[in-house]
């Protein structure tokens, strides 16, 4: 791996974020392989500029179109490209690379995506509210345009690894592991008075706020359980969700013939991430290996689903399918903004979901533009819910 002649160019949506900056971590580490061609943020746009200078990056978009102003001082001088707005991110998305890695948060990353699976390119997704949101419309473009999708969440990416050479007709079962996060010991009372600070605090893993909450309320394992089901089509009765506190063990694949496979590793990004940048090869990362006699215990549990109701309310979105898991991951956005907010408690953010998912149903969505109106007036349903309830 990277003894190539020729670099091969990245491009990097959302390259501020954590994602985003455990990329450029293992880029940085491998200046002879690889070129970046354009780097995205919503609004930093210093952090941006400074990141795009020290790789010397082609180009750098700004998603919020206010932000561009500061974007174009901050590299004056230089002769990269400078763009702002959301149609400028999906230019910067339809520019022909050799990798895409969308690490862009929520469904702000949906239309990015697109516009790289239109040009058949080959995407590291970590961003996996765009495949939750557009399912079956992002799944047939990546078949039609003849576009790659490398899972990058971790689970997915440890799936991905233990089907390599087998059929999905082979499959068994593919189980889900979930840390439990950061509350998962909690009581019910306790969950109530939860706030942003403990919700984001993970034993595990260092991300971004919005996976950290999701993480807390389990809600991450439930849109990662609509994320296996499309990237995996083996059937909804195939797909289970295990807890397993250690983080050490990211999902398993078992086959007809009861042999199961794991991927084990570091709880790090840099490890599923590699893995998608080298693939099909490896790459060497900067991680300490596995000690597995120190770590001791491997455990697991069932999730508890009256104290983290999440899973339950994703399983029945993708059960229900069309339009209901674009409105659950809309509304979830909103409830999770609103809690890191101050505005609502920690339980209410699932109630909020559940609720939204009552009051609005849609057609299934048909196009990106079908998800795009669905996830809009689903944000708009989810704030009269956060405002119809006391805020507890
Ligand atoms: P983050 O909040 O740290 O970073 C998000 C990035 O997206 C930033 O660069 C930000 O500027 C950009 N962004 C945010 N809103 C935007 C908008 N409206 N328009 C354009 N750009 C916008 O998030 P993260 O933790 O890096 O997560 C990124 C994605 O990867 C999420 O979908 C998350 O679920 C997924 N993921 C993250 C981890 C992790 O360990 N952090 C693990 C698995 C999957
Ligand atoms: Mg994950």
């Keep these: ?173 593919i189980t889900l592991t979930a840390s439990g996060g950061p509350l998962r010991t909690w009581t019910q009372e306790q969950l109530e008075a939860a706030t942003p600070e403990q919700a984001v605090a993970h034993p595990n893993w260092s991300m971004g706020a919005k996976i950290s909450v999701d993480s807390a309320t389990m809600m991450n394992k439930g849109l990662e359980f609509i994320e296996a089901h499309h990237l995996f089509p083996v059937g909804l009765d195939k797909l289970r969700i295990v807890v397993h506190p250690q983080s050490v063990i990211h999902s398993m694949v078992e086959y007809h013939d009861r042999s199961t496979l794991a991927q084990l590793g570091p709880s790090d990004m840099r490890v599923p991430i590699a893995s998608c940048l080298a693939w099909p090869k490896r790459m060497e990362t900067p991680l300490e290996p596995l000690d597995l006699a120190a770590i001791g215990e491997l455990t697991f549990h069932p999730a508890d689903e009256s104290r983290f109701p ?20 809309a509304a979830n956005e909103i409830a999770v903004a609103a809690f890191l907010a101050g505005q609502i408690g920690f339980m209410r953010i699932t109630a909020v979901v559940e609720d939204t998912l009552s009051h609005y149903t849609a057609t299934a969505p048909a196009n990106l533009e079908d998800v795009l109106a669905i996830d809009a007036e689903a944000r708009i349903r989810a704030r009269q819910s956060l405002e119809s309830h006391a805020l507890v």
């Design 1 to 173: 791996w990277g003894s190539d002649a020729l670099k091969r160019s990245i491009t990097i949506l959302g390259a501020t974020g954590s994602i985003g900056a455990s990329t450029l971590d293992l880029i940085r580490r491998n200046p002879d392989v690889w070129e970046v061609d354009t780097l995205t943020a919503n609004c930093s746009a210093e952090e941006l500029a400074k990141l795009a200078r020290e790789f010397g990056a082609k180009s750098a978009v700004v998603g919020d179109e206010n932000c561009l102003g500061n974007l174009k001082a901050a590299l004056s001088g230089s002769d990269i490209e400078v763009a702002g707005g959301a149609q400028a991110l999906c230019e910067a998305a339809a520019r022909p690379v050799d990798m895409s890695v969308a690490a862009i948060v929520g469904c702000a990353g949906l239309a990015p995506v697109m516009a790289a699976v239109e040009r058949g390119g080959t995407i590291a997704l970590a961003n996996k509210e765009a495949l939750v949101s557009a399912g079956e419309v992002l799944t047939a473009a990546v078949a039609k345009h003849s576009a790659t999708l490398l899972p990058t969440d971790s689970e997915h990416n440890a799936i991905f690894q233990c089907l390599a050479g087998n059929d999905l007709s082979e499959v068994s079962r």
């Design 310 to 329: 999440a899973t339950r309310i994703a399983r029945e979105a993708i059960q229900a399918g069309g339009a209901a898991p674009a409105i659950l991951n």
